[in-house]
């Protein structure tokens, strides 16, 4: 029996309050039965439709709140692409060609190349020119010239490094075919006449220069292209090379040969904006003939700083060169007609300690349009023979030269236009040379047995180039710059004004002083014009060098009763200088090629189209108009 006492405590416990009023109590004494009543079905059908659109208005505010990661990187290597994966040519590569006058070219290089292993290339090259050339002196001797060069190169990929080798073979000859007129030796007869009149060459013996040269390279390291971490490279090289001249009797052997030998370190490191690199090397070089030996150690130390608008660096080069040779001393008592003459050899060695500051600032505010640059650089070139003989094939054989100290300084501005269409460069440059070369043309006469004739068709004659060692000073203004109006047509070109000064290039002619010339152009000029289409290409170019002249001596001879000790001679040699002159000259080529496949192109080339009279040296004419045609494979 459920009482109303339980349900007014049920619900004060629910927290409704009751009036105080309520007093009543109801007492239930029987038995709740409950009973479900029968449903009924509705006799009205309800309207389905909701016409009660609920438009709920939400209230939120967001609570921002930072997440705290801990994300750490690690390095990887980047991919990287070499240069055979990027611009990897054609396996097999062939020119052959020839032309008039009669010339040949022959170029050949096999390669192949897997970017997990390694590269090995195979080369060879010829060029050469037979035609004879009517020279200064109106005659045409044997004037050919030939150049033959063959090699093989080899790398092995370490990961980022390489290990790599170069084996280098040339030969090279040439006829020394401009000094075909002598000054005849002032030869007396048996009245004592004798005659200094200038005559055509007659006869020439011995007039050929003969170069070999050997050289092996094998390096290995890095590329120095990625400094975030460390680089370095080791290298060693040797050579050899031989000069079978033979302009006997320039020497009293018609061979000689020259050992070279050296190798370097080089080591760079980048923390951030600085870079700091370290090297050092030495190089040596020993001759067969007077004991010549020459060598220089180096040691550079050099820091750049690398920002986005600014970049300098400074550094320093120090080179111990030293040279040792074996050298004639020759005294000469006054008058020295009348007293004995002393001749013997004595072994000298020099050292000279170089310092060879280097230092260069670049800043670009305007993302490389406009670029101010200045730089200041230093080294020493080496003149040994095999030096020579590449800047000069007519060379006198076997000299011996100071090695030459450059310091250059240059500035100005540069920079890339119009979407990269347009770049130039505008600078001026000072260059100051301790033992410069100056190179001087020297007639040698000299005659058979029976000399001492009257004879000229028995005066044979071995001439050639002289270096000698100057101090010498240039002061350019440069202008270079490119341009491609479109995908077909392309123009570059320069433009260099100098002004020489040299010291210590004084010498006497007859107690009278003569400077000599230095044979170098005050303004040389180059434009160069190129179309280029699917099927076809055509390539125009055109050089321009101003007045050069060239000093040049030969041998006369003054007569004398007197002998000197240990020869019996007549005559004494005297030196004439003279004066070679070369006017503005224009050399014009073209260069055309046909493609008829991707494998197969023709080509035709033609030189100096205006048919002047170039001179790469003093009495050495170059060939007039000439042309070359042939074929290019690749394969």
């Not at 990961?159 to 040439?174: A, C, F, P, Q, S």
């Not at 220069?209 to 092996?216: E, G, I, S, T, W």
């Not at 044979?519 to 321009?544: D, F, H, I, N």
């Amino acid at each position: 029996m459920k009482r109303v006492l339980i349900l007014s405590a049920a619900l004060l416990f629910c927290g409704v309050p009751l009036r105080a009023q309520v007093t009543k109590q109801v007492e239930v004494t029987k038995t709740y039965v409950p009973e479900v009543s029968k449903a009924v079905k509705l006799p009205i059908v309800p309207d389905m439709t909701d016409t009660v659109r609920l438009r709920p208005e939400i209230d939120y505010t967001v609570t921002p709140s930072a997440l705290a990661t801990n994300l750490s990187t690690e390095p990887f290597r980047p991919a990287t692409v070499t240069y055979w994966e990027f611009n990897r040519p054609r396996p097999l590569y062939l020119k052959v060609g020839a032309g008039a006058p009669l010339n040949s070219v022959l170029d050949l290089y096999a390669s192949t190349q897997n970017p997990g292993t390694g590269y090995a290339v195979g080369y060879l090259n010829h060029t050469g020119d037979w035609a004879d050339i009517r020279n200064d002196f109106g005659v045409r001797p044997t004037s050919w010239r030939m150049h033959n060069r063959m090699g093989a190169a080899a790398g092995k990929y370490l990961g980022r490094r390489l290990l790599e080798g170069k084996l280098d073979l040339t030969n090279r000859v040439y006829h020394n075919y401009g000094f075909d007129g002598i000054t005849k030796a002032n030869i007396s007869d048996e009245s004592g006449y004798y005659d200094e009149s200038y005559a055509p060459f007659r006869q020439v013996v011995n007039d050929r220069q003969h170069y070999d040269d050997a050289m092996l390279h094998v390096r290995i390291g890095d590329d120095f292209t990625d400094l975030s971490r460390f680089n370095f490279d080791v290298e060693l090289r040797g050579g050899y090379f031989l000069n079978a001249s033979q302009m006997y009797p320039v020497l009293s052997i018609n061979r000689y040969h020259e050992f070279s030998g050296g190798g370097g370190i080089r080591l760079a490191r980048a923390f951030g904006l600085h870079e700091f690199e370290f090297k050092a090397d030495f190089d040596g070089t020993w001759r067969n003939v007077r004991d010549y030996r020459s060598t220089q150690l180096l040691f550079g130390l050099h820091y750049t700083y690398r920002h986005d608008k600014l970049r300098w660096s400074v550094g320093l080069d120090y080179v111990r060169d030293g040279v040792g040779k074996e050298v004639d001393v020759l005294v000469v008592p006054e008058p020295f007609k009348s007293d004995p003459v002393l001749w013997y050899w004595e072994l000298q060695t020099e050292y000279n300690n170089r310092f060879l500051p280097a230092a260069s600032i670049a800043y670009d505010p305007t993302d490389g349009k406009f670029m101010l640059y200045a730089e200041l650089t230093g080294r020493v070139r080496r003149n040994d023979m095999r030096t020579l003989s590449r800047l000069n094939p007519y060379v006198y054989p076997c000299l011996i030269r100071p090695n030459t100290e450059e310091h250059r300084v240059a500035g100005g501005i540069k920079g890339v236009l119009g979407h990269g269409r347009f770049s130039y460069k505008l600078y001026v440059d000072y260059a100051h040379e301790e033992n410069a070369l100056q190179w001087v043309a020297r007639f040698m006469s000299v005659g058979p047995e029976n000399m001492w004739t009257s004879n000229a068709d028995d005066i044979i004659c071995s001439a050639y180039y002289q270096p000698y060692t100057m101090t010498l000073k240039d002061l350019s203004l440069n202008a270079e710059f490119a341009w491609r109006p479109s995908s077909r047509f392309t123009f570059d070109g320069e433009l260099h004004m100098h002004s020489f000064k040299g010291a210590e290039d004084v010498y006497y002619n007859n107690n009278q002083p003569y400077t000599l010339a230095y044979g170098r152009p005050q303004l040389t000029a180059r434009l160069r014009g190129e179309y280029r289409a699917r099927k076809v290409s055509l390539e125009v170019e055109a050089q321009m060098q101003s007045v050069r002249h060239w000093t040049a001596y030969t041998f006369t001879y003054e007569q004398t009763s007197t002998n000197w000790p240990g020869f019996n001679l007549d005559l004494l040699p005297m030196v004439g200088l003279y004066d070679f002159k070369v006017p503005v000259t224009v050399d014009l080529a073209a260069r055309f090629n046909w493609f008829l496949s991707r494998k197969v192109t023709l080509f035709a080339e033609g030189r100096n189209l205006c048919d002047a009279k170039l001179y790469d040296w003093a009495y050495y004419r170059d060939y007039g108009v000439g042309f070359t045609a042939g074929v290019k494979l690749q394969f």
